[in-house]
């Protein structure tokens, strides 16, 4: 069988972890790497096992060998680079979020329709299995009439003020940070399990931490706290740690939702519950086999994760039987499974068989992001701009 051959720009927290969701489909092959310069390509490269290395990923576009290109860049490189992606006639699949505005997102999307690629979007938390099961759950009227959607998405990576990386500078990664980092998940989650989409926002953004402590060293993503003997710079920060958001779904659904950087032993706790008209539903993504499901007249339930009891919308993104623990990289691979398969049979990126985030969900999701902000703004419901 021909593998379908692969090409990752940028190799910081995110790329890695696409290679090995990759590699873990058996009909893909990462062989070109792209990095910002010759000799970080080529260690990289050799570290990954992977055959050619870029220092400039142009010339990785030019390599006609290459059919799909994931962009794991900043997210000040994402509009450029996919942009560029799509017309050296790549598929494409970028990291979120898609660019630094709406505006930019939007010509994405007709971009990728005009050259007819294959687009997708890394929102990796709908393809947890549960996730899926609950969606085809509120499909079949599981829990009656969706009523209320509400959660939150909570990390502590960033909770110290010598915690510093390239997120927080909104030159690289752009004007909103937490919500367009987390919020974003959490928005386009929701957005798949109920099958709504938010159409007005009510934001309050805050900077918990307004100046922060550079160190010369360590600065990735998740990187841990550094040793006191270092040397730091202050530097001031305007994006924001933390944003509580009223949310107003296509059907009048009501719903809030908070982010936050800042709190201390949640790591990457993504949740929302549910509640409709017959039963409610809370999901946790660090605990992602769970699925509580509550009802009024009867006690409440715990479905754990097992293809035997799923719908059938949803057995086939779970690869072993129940108590076979699964998390985020098999996410991370069903998402690439299905981008793929898609791109494996052929199909028309302009069909309904899409069954992966793609960049209408970038865009989405960018419309959301924007809203969000001219609300914080001007202290008033704003209606998400969206025309796709
Ligand atoms: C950092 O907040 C980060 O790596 C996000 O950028 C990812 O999208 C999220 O899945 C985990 O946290």
Known sequence: ????????????????????????????EVVGLAQSNQEAAEQKA????????????????????????????????????????ILAGKHVLSEKPLAMSSMESEALLSLAKEHKVVHGVNFNYRQFPIVKQLAAMIKNEKLGKVNLVHGSYLQDWLLFETDFNWRLAPEAGGKSRAIADIGSHWCDTVQYVTGKRIVEVFADLATVIPVRKKSASNTSTFSEQKGQEEAYEDVPINTEDYASVLVRFEDGTKGVFTVSQV???????LSFEI?????????????????????????????????????????????????????????LKNGMLNFYTFIREGKDPLSSQVNFATFKDGHISMCITDAILESHEQQKWVKVKLDV
């Open 1 to 28: 069988m021909k593998k379908i051959k692969v090409g990752i720009i940028g190799t910081g927290f995110i790329g890695p972890t696409h290679i090995e969701a990759i590699r873990r489909l058996g009909f893909v």
């Open 46 to 85: 050799a570290e990954l096992g992977i055959t050619r290395a870029y220092g400039d990923y142009r010339d990785m576009l030019r390599d006609s060998d290459i059919q799909v290109v994931h962009n794991c860049t900043p997210n000040h490189l994402h509009f450029e680079i996919n942009k560029e992606i």
């Open 263 to 269: 709190s201390a032993g949640r790591k990457n706790r």
């Open 275 to 331: 509640n409709g008209s017959q039963q409610s539903a809370y999901w946790n993504q660090e605990e992602p086999e769970k699925l509580w499901i509550g009802h009024r007249d009867r006690p409440n339930e715990v479905l754990l994760a097992d293809p035997a009891l799923f719908a059938s919308e949803a057995r086939s993104s779970i690869h072993h039987p129940g108590g076979h623990n699964e998390g985020w990289p098999d996410a």
